[in-house]
């Protein structure tokens, strides 16, 4: 039986949104269909409940736990005439992920150590996690990207999960251009083009 301590203290998140160009690219690697859920765990400003639910026509659903940044995303996601969608003041390590198919997070290091058990736990098999910078702790992503984003001039890194197969056995291994060296239990690709000062990929 699993059991998922609760005495832990959740970790303070800051609230760094990430770039456009980075959230479409996040975006792009989930693929969204019409009719999925797309759940953002700390979802700040909503710009990928936003970009998920008018570009792609799922669902989704954030989860925050500052009050300002939680009216601030439902006011524009109404002005941008988005309906199926749903913004939550909580804490998000206690949300009920297990609808999602499709799992967003900007976390830090401790916030993604603290969820990983639930994300083990709760999350449906096949059902995606995207990363953005910090990997999830001892799991295994199908892909890795690296992108500079134009808006920003910082590398970003992309992480994409999927439930049922990032706690593979069979490990290979990818390093990026940098020399970074990332654990993948199976490496689809590394965009070069990810190195080109912002391009779209």
Known sequence: MTYISRRRIS???PFYPSPLDIVKLMLDLAEPKEGQTLVDLGCGDGRILAEAASNYGCSVIGVDSNPMLVS???NKLLERGIKNFRIIKGDLFKFDISSADIITLY???DALEILKPRLEFYAKPGAKIIAHDFPV???RPLLFVSKVSAEDGRLHK???YEVGKSLKKDILYATDE???RYETSRVLKIRK???KGGEEA
Do not use: C, Q
């Open 137 to 139: 702790p001892g799991w």
């Open 11 to 13: 970790p303070k998140i």
């Open 178 to 180: 940098f020399g970074e």
């Open 193 to 195: 083009d990810a190195y």
């Open 107 to 109: 976390l830090t290091h």
């Open 72 to 74: 601030y995303a439902r």
């Open 158 to 160: 992309i992480y994409l």
